[in-house]
């Protein structure tokens, strides 16, 4: 088998120029929106608790600006680099064309091993990595929002450490803060339930009822496990659970709010009362209806994707499945939301948020949900639509829905100077 690219950055800018060529963009416009208008690396030199200092590198990359401010979120993870970074503030460009929201992409990380590091130590290393990006981010500029092993708390501390440099309470320069501190009723919940609502159109386009759907979920985090939790409630059956150390299978179904139960008390779903254990390469050849991922780049590779045995995979996760694994899924008729779709209900709740900062004042959670279910169903059906008028598969409908509003922003704006 040929080896496959799994470089993150690279594999996004094959996905734009496959929509680039679609839609028949010219060559000027395709270098300006290939590549990141603005990349900062950041030292973020930190005390720990025993005494030492620790360097950490952080990054914050802004993609394109051309529609708004750059958003996007902020991830630990020892694994971060500049290109995955780079990846993900252009996923986060696409992303938020594609549903229509005001917003170019961006994104940043911190290489770090968040589950080893205190509480007192993360607070530390995001003050300083707040004040070092400091110098580019602000309400109207980029406005960063929690991503793997980040959450609200770490927005609180960020959205703390601006203000004291600011000399004033900026509530708009991070979403997904804390209730008490401006967040926005519904945006924990957020991610996931975009992901619902796209199954919910998906099963819909292949007349198949979400009610006793088998469902696989990779990764139990904030969008994997919430994602199980309202599945499970439109009457899904929940088949497997992973998360970072392996998984668990069961036949009749698992109850999220028992697995919920089972990893805050043990810190995996490993272990699960009366599961099978799988790994998580397993769980993405599960046999079910729905294949949720909802972890980290490059789970549905060439190595795997002919295995796959899902009818429609929902990527909550960014980057699930690479190019060549998308062939392979078309192929075989998998329906596939991509993940620019599918995970979108998390930014577009963060500009709910964002709006009610800005306006000082809030909408109730059912307004949000309301909303949000409005925003994902027609940006489902625009991509859909677009899909079928061309005969393109969703991600690439997707891109090139996106593609297309970038670009005609950055068209009528015109060049500088
Ligand atoms: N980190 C999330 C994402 O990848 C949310 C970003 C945001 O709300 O700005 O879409």
Known sequence: MAQENLNPFEISQRQFDTAAEKIGLGDGMREVLRNPKRQLIVSVPTLMDDGSVKVFTGYRVQHN????????????HPKVTLDEVKALASWMT????????????????????????????????????????????????????PDMYTDDQTMAWIMDTYSMTMGYSSLG????????????????????????????????????????????????????????????????RVVAVSDSKGGVYQSRGLD???????????????????????????????????????????????????????????????GPT???ADRVLRDHGVFVVPDVLCNAGGVTVSYFEWAQNMQGYFWDESAVNRELERFMKRAFHEVHELGKRHKVDMRTAAYMLAVGRVAEATRVRGLFP
Request: proline share 5%; net charge positive.
């Open 65 to 76: 600006l051309a529609r708004g401010p750059a958003k996007g979120g902020i991830r630990y």
């Open 322 to 324: 690479t190019p060549g």
């Open 94 to 145: 696409w992303k938020c064309a594609t549903v229509n929201i005001p917003y170019g992409g961006g994104k940043g990380g911190v290489a770090c091993d968040a589950k080893k590091m205190s509480r007192a130590e993360l607070e530390r290393m995001t003050r300083r990595y707040a004040s070092e990006i400091a110098i580019i981010i602000g309400p109207d500029r980029d406005i960063p929002a």
């Open 173 to 236: 320069v991070v979403t997904g803060k804390p209730l008490q501190l401006g967040g926005s009723a519904g945006r924990n919940e957020a991610t996931a339930r975009g992901t619902l609502f796209c199954i919910r159109e998906a099963c819909a386009v292949l007349k198949k009822p979400v009610r006793g759907a088998t469902v696989a979920v990779q990764g139990y985090g904030n969008a994997g496990a919430i994602s199980a939790r309202l599945l499970h409630q439109d009457g899904a």
């Open 256 to 318: 999220p709010a028992q697995l919920d139960e089972h990893k805050q008390r043990t810190g995996s779903v490993v272990g699960f009362k009366s599961a099978e254990r799988i790994t998580n390469e397993e769980l993405i050849e599960v046999k079910c209806d729905v294949l949720v991922p909802a972890a980290l780049e490059n789970q549905i590779t060439l190595r795997n994707a002919s295995r796959v045995r899902a009818r429609v995979v929902a990527e909550a996760a960014n």
